[in-house]
């Protein structure tokens, strides 16, 4: 079952959907982030899962701990994001893109750490 497809609009979802889904106690889904090693350690969604792009395109396979769950995936702006749920979904996952990305998950004036758990800022 796919949580998130919806007829005429294609895989995406804003950043306010992506944490509604995302957070809480019993999240519905994975934030995942796919976005290379030091834009990570900048700065990231508390919460967030690391599988960068160039890994997954390499054939890497995701972290054990989000497989078989629906994934929210995010990059910096949303492009990088849009080619991983393609990946993704040929692989069979249940994916969607977060619009705008860390830019817009910022912008919202949502939470960033970096890699200490500090305040952190998008590369």
């Known amino acids: 079952m796919f949580l998130f ?15 509604t889904r995302t957070g809480g106690e019993r999240p519905a889904a994975v934030l995942l982030d796919v976005r290379e090693e030091a834009e990570w350690r900048t700065g990231h969604a508390p919460g967030a899962v690391h599988a960068p ?5 390499g054939g890497a396979a995701l972290p054990a701990s989000v497989r078989g769950r629906p994934l929210v995936v995010i990059c910096r702006s949303g492009h990088r994001s849009q080619r991983a749920v393609r990946l ?23 939470p960033v750490v970096d890699e ?3 305040g952190g800022s998008i590369a």
């Open 53 to 57: 792009l160039t890994a997954l395109d």
């Open 116 to 118: 200490r758990g500090d």
């Open 5 to 19: 497809r919806r007829r005429g609009r294609g895989p995406r979802v804003s950043v306010g959907e992506a944490r």
């Open 88 to 110: 993704l979904t040929e692989r069979g996952a249940d994916a969607v893109d977060v619009e705008g990305g860390m830019i817009a998950w910022a912008a919202a004036g949502l």
